[in-house]
């Protein structure tokens, strides 16, 4: 069965902990119709700005700490869907969870919203030398791993950009460290190291 309706949505949060808690409301009243529910921190905008202006991105006088992009779908009508869409951001506020909120209002506004996601690893690589990991954290502890990685990357590589991104729903980051193209590049002991920063906070959480 093919839905009727497919509604995309941008919203705004200050913390992990907040978009787990929008999550789970997420899932109570969407179930299956909840067809993803990404993630990006602020580094991530702030290098599509950067090297991909021609991109809109919501909000960027003030980029939030993160941003979530999430869609349902709808298998009734697409003013059905925008009312439970509607009635569930309503909720989510009475519940102090996400700050700024776009409905995209037709597809070509659902399409931006995908762009800036799909054209994050881009804006990286134009950036410079990206050393990249995927890595699977139960969602109860994705918050501390966070914080984790991100004080020890960015006091033990000052000049690189933590970029964070992925499918909160099942647990699944990108963690991409970038190190600029006006730094020296690389060494493969600089990559092992990083590596292992990525990799033994996961392993230390699994």
Same mark, same amino acid.
């Given at each position: 069965?093919?839905?009727?309706?497919?509604?995309?949505?941008?919203?705004?949060?200050?913390?992990?902990?907040?978009?787990?808690?929008?999550?789970?409301?997420?899932?109570?009243?969407?179930?299956?119709?909840?067809?993803?529910?990404?993630?990006?921190?602020?580094?991530?905008?702030?290098?599509?700005?950067?090297?991909?202006? /021609? %991109?809109?991105?919501? =909000?960027? @006088?003030?980029?939030?700490?993160?941003? *979530?992009?999430? &869609? #349902?779908?709808?298998? +009734?009508?697409?003013?059905?869907?925008? /009312? %439970?869409?509607?009635? =569930?951001? @309503?909720?989510?506020?009475?519940?102090? *969870?996400?700050? &700024? #909120?776009?409905?995209? +209002?037709?597809?070509?506004?659902?399409?931006?919203?995908?762009?800036?996601?799909?054209?994050?690893?881009?804006?990286?690589?134009?950036?410079?030398?990206?050393?990249?990991?995927?890595?699977?954290?139960?969602?109860?502890?994705?918050?501390?791993?966070?914080?984790?990685?991100?004080?020890?990357?960015?006091?033990?590589?000052?000049?690189?950009?933590?970029?964070?991104?992925?499918?909160?729903?099942?647990?699944?980051?990108?963690?991409?460290?970038?190190?600029?193209?006006?730094?020296?590049?690389?060494?493969?002991?600089?990559?092992?190291?990083?590596?292992?920063?990525?990799?033994?906070?996961?392993?230390?959480?699994?």
């Amino acid at each position: 069965r093919q839905p009727v309706s497919v509604l995309t949505s941008w919203v705004t949060i200050n913390t992990i902990d907040e978009a787990i808690r929008l999550l789970d409301l997420a899932r109570k009243r969407f179930g299956q119709a909840l067809t993803s529910f990404e993630i990006m921190n602020r580094k991530s905008l702030e290098l599509v700005k950067k090297n991909l202006p /021609q %991109i809109r991105i919501p =909000f960027t @006088e003030n980029l939030p700490a993160f941003s *979530l992009l999430i &869609e #349902i779908e709808d298998f +009734e009508s697409e003013q059905h869907g925008q /009312q %439970i869409l509607e009635n =569930f951001f @309503e909720e989510a506020q009475e519940c102090k *969870l996400g700050q &700024e #909120i776009i409905i995209a +209002e037709n597809l070509s506004q659902s399409l931006n919203f995908w762009d800036i996601r799909e054209h994050i690893p881009v804006a990286q690589r134009m950036d410079g030398y990206s050393v990249a990991h995927d890595v699977s954290i139960p969602i109860s502890v994705i918050a501390l791993y966070v914080s984790n990685i991100t004080k020890e990357i960015t006091t033990t590589f000052p000049a690189s950009t933590l970029i964070i991104l992925g499918h909160l729903g099942d647990g699944n980051l990108h963690v991409n460290v970038t190190i600029p193209n006006d730094q020296a590049p690389p060494t493969k002991t600089l990559i092992d190291h990083i590596n292992k920063i990525i990799y033994d906070h996961a392993m230390s959480l699994n």
